[in-house]
């Protein structure tokens, strides 16, 4: 099993630039976790999608963050426009099941806006 | 919701030391628990998960954590520290959905 992939490993762009940060979750999981992890706020929950719908998005920081799943095998999340603040390492985890199950993360993506 | 408090940001043992990760949960239904390794620049690895099958689990690596209803706690051990066990520990909290609400973390240090 390839386990979660994430893409880009890491992207470094300008303040107000779009940034899009791409999941292939694991064949077969049905849950799917965006986290962001920084420094001073340890790692957050942005939002997670249950059979490709958003069950909860309470943690998405602002207006700039939007996330999608238009399949099960797939999923973006976008910044637009971004600032440095939003600079982190952004993780995506998958799972099987809709209650509580093991989540298995990706390697993450290391974001610096400049 | 429910959380979890990790107790000590970092944590330095010796090589064979006694390794003790502090956590504690704050939930109002019988918890679902787990313990995160993280190594350095890679994603969170699960070291074990507490399901209410048994108080005492173990886990990969030699880790292994009970589950103390009375004291609300979920603290992390493994008897002899090595060299490779130095990484970032998470415990977390399973919400209905499946969501995980994660500690702060603690970073664990093992020195020669």
């Known amino acids: 099993d390839a386990g979660v992939i994430q893409s880009p490993r890491h992207e470094v762009t300008e303040m107000g630039q779009e940034v899009t940060l791409r999941c292939k979750p694991i064949s077969g999981h049905n849950s799917l976790f965006w986290y962001r992890q920084t420094m001073m706020r340890g790692l957050e929950l942005l939002i997670y999608f249950n059979n490709n719908v958003p069950i909860d998005d309470s943690g998405m920081p602002e207006d700039r963050f939007s996330a999608k799943m238009p399949n099960a095998s797939f999923s973006t999340l976008k910044i637009q426009p971004s600032e440095p603040r939003d600079s982190a390492v952004y993780f995506c985890a998958s799972s099987s099941g809709q209650r509580v199950e093991t989540q298995y993360f990706g390697p993450g993506t290391r974001l610096l806006v400049l | 919701a429910q959380s979890v408090t990790q107790l000590g940001s970092h944590v330095s043992v010796s090589e064979g030391a006694l390794v003790l990760l502090r956590c504690n949960y704050s939930s109002s239904v019988p918890p679902y628990l787990f313990w995160y390794v993280q190594y350095p620049n890679q994603g969170l690895q699960l070291l074990l998960k507490y399901t209410s099958a048994a108080t005492l689990v173990k886990g990969i690596n030699g880790f292994e954590a009970e589950f103390k209803k009375s004291e609300t706690s979920f603290h992390l051990t493994k008897p002899s520290a090595h060299m490779s066990d130095a990484a970032e520990y998470f415990c977390?909290?399973?919400?209905?959905?499946?969501?995980?609400?994660f500690g702060k973390g603690t970073s664990l240090l093992v020195t020669p």
């Open positions: 977390a909290v399973g919400e209905e959905g499946g969501a995980l609400n």
